[in-house]
């Protein structure tokens, strides 16, 4: 279990650094908060995915599945970050 965490995270960060390409703007953290939203992006998409039985199908499949989380999860704060700036 431990391994799998450290995984999900260097995974993660790899996912957050290519969401933060493909996602437009800059997140309030620069590019560290965009890692730790690809971070964490990966962790839920990872959860989500396991609870719904997906199988990640190896390291291609587990980066893919952390990168739709990452980018998911940056365009929501993105979307919110700039409201909140506009308001």
């Known amino acids: 279990m ?3 965490i450290v995984f999900w995270i260097v995974v993660g960060i ?5 969401a933060k390409v493909v996602v437009p703007g800059e997140g309030p953290g620069g ?5 730790i ?3 964490i992006g990966a962790l839920v998409g990872g959860f989500i ?3 719904v039985g997906i199988n ?8 893919v599945i952390a ?6 999860l940056l ?13």
Do not use: E, K, Q
């Open 2 to 4: 431990g391994m799998g």
């Open 75 to 87: 365009f929501i704060l993105r979307a919110v970050t700039s409201r909140r700036n506009t308001a």
């Open 56 to 63: 990640f199908g190896g390291w291609i499949g587990t980066t």
């Open 14 to 18: 790899i996912a957050g650094a290519l």
């Open 37 to 39: 939203v690809g971070v």
């Open 31 to 35: 590019i560290l908060g965009d890692l």
């Open 49 to 51: 995915a396991h609870a």
């Open 67 to 72: 990168f739709i989380g990452a980018v998911v």
